[in-house]
């Protein structure tokens, strides 16, 4: 490259090729061929070839065929079949060019107020230490794209009931439902996706169902390994671990739920847009009165389980018991919790509630102690009359 790149100077200083071949030491051909070469030359390799070349007509029928099939599987048949020998990688590789990856091309969405929620959990990126040890705390976050408006629910895991306590929470806060939720393909939402006669079909989760039957909602799947179709709660999620969670201290979830509240409404909500320009809380304001009312009466999001009573009264949940009266021992009952409670029900009647526990052996109440046995009685000295022992010679006496 250096010398292609001295010869083209040496020629446009006017430089004959003989000229610059006597100075140069170069042939006047390789003169002649750097000079009029517009790039600089490079060396390229002739190609090989491939062991595979001759098998891309049995690559391309497994394609055909079997359109899901990966490349362990190909390697397999091709080794057994057609004495294949070399890697799993180079098959890959193959299949890559034989099934290039499709790309949508991106789009950008507008939102009129009060048409669309996006909803995606979130696992906050430390643990803090709650309840005696350090445990993992997930948000379910909501976002409203036309507003930029967030809200959150935080809770230990990801269950359905906590799912769906969050939606109940999030339309509480809002005052309002949503024309549409969109969801990236959440099992408490989705139970699973299939082609029927070539169109994705979304098949619902049932608990989901009923909620959106209550709260009359549309819901939208988004395509799998897509986040963009989703970028205002993704967006929302990196603003809540970076803004929100850092250098926060929180014994429990109330604690935890006021820290939030105190945030989102000092902080988050009167800021100015980073990309609309717009101050969050003057159109969430706009949004909520573009909201549909909600249902006047709300979901039951709490989970049940039907259970019979044991002998000691204790149901037992997420490895802590809980206790019956003792007046319905052997007859069934419901066992009903949320996040922050869990309860038996009789005929559909409270019968004892308890501030749910995340310890392990818990029992609540705490099991009667078994009683210590009665004191030992204190011996009395009895008064008796002195006596004297006969002599010896007395008792020969008798036995004689």
């Known amino acids: ?101 499709v790309e949508r091309a991106a789009q950008k969405t507008g939102y009129r107020p009060g048409q669309v929620v996006q909803v995606d959990w979130a696992e906050m990126p430390t643990r803090p230490r709650m309840l005696g040890r350090e445990r993992r705390v997930y948000a379910l976050i909501f976002t409203l794209p036309f507003s930029g408006a967030s809200t959150a629910h935080f809770s230990f895991d990801m269950t359905s ?46 608990r989901f169902s009923q909620l959106r039957g209550h709260y009359a909602f549309h819901a939208t799947a988004c395509t799998p390994a897509t986040p963009r179709e989703k970028g205002a709660v993704e967006g929302a999620v990196r603003h809540h671990k970076t803004g929100f969670w850092p250098a926060r201290r929180f014994e429990t979830l109330s604690e935890l739920d006021a820290a939030y509240a105190g945030w989102r409404d000092r902080v988050a909500l009167p800021r100015r847009h980073a990309t609309g320009g717009h ?20 979901f039951d999001a709490a989970g049940r389980r039907s259970s019979r009573v044991p002998v000691d009264g ?11 009266p003792e007046q319905l021992v052997h007859q069934r009952v419901e066992l009903r919790w949320d996040r922050d409670s869990v309860w038996i ?56």
């Open 314 to 324: 204790y149901l037992k949940h997420g490895r802590c018991f809980y206790r019956t």
């Open 161 to 206: 009931e906590a799912f769906l306590e969050g939606h109940v929470c999030a339309f509480d806060w809002l005052g309002g439902v949503p024309r549409e939720c969109v969801y990236d393909n959440l099992r408490s939402a989705v139970a699973k996706r299939e082609k029927v006669d070539g169109a994705e079909v979304v098949h619902w989760n049932a």
């Open 1 to 101: 490259m250096s010398e292609w790149a001295q010869v083209r100077a040496l020629a446009a200083d006017g430089l004959s090729q003989r000229e610059i071949a006597a100075r140069l030491g170069m042939n006047r051909r390789t003169v002649k061929r750097l000079a009029e070469a517009a790039q600089p030359p490079r060396y390229r390799r002739e190609a090989t070839g491939s062991m595979l070349d001759p098998l891309m007509p049995v690559l391309r029928k497994l394609v055909a065929d079997f359109e899901d099939i990966k490349a362990p599987r190909v390697t397999e048949l091709l080794r057994e079949d057609y004495g294949y020998s070399g890697s799993v990688d180079l098959v890959r590789k193959r299949l890559a060019a034989l099934r290039p990856r």
């Open 345 to 400: 029900e009789h005929h559909g009647t409270t019968v004892a509630a308890y501030a749910r526990s995340y310890e392990h052996g818990v029992w609540q109440p705490a099991p009667r102690m078994r009683p210590e046995p009665p004191p030992i009685a204190q011996l009395v000295p009895l008064a008796a009359p002195a006596v004297t022992a006969p002599a010896l010679e007395d008792y020969a006496e008798l036995c004689a």
């Open 279 to 298: 101050i969050v809380a003057e159109r969430l304001a706009v949004e909520r009165a573009a909201l549909r009312a909600l249902p006047p009466v709300g």
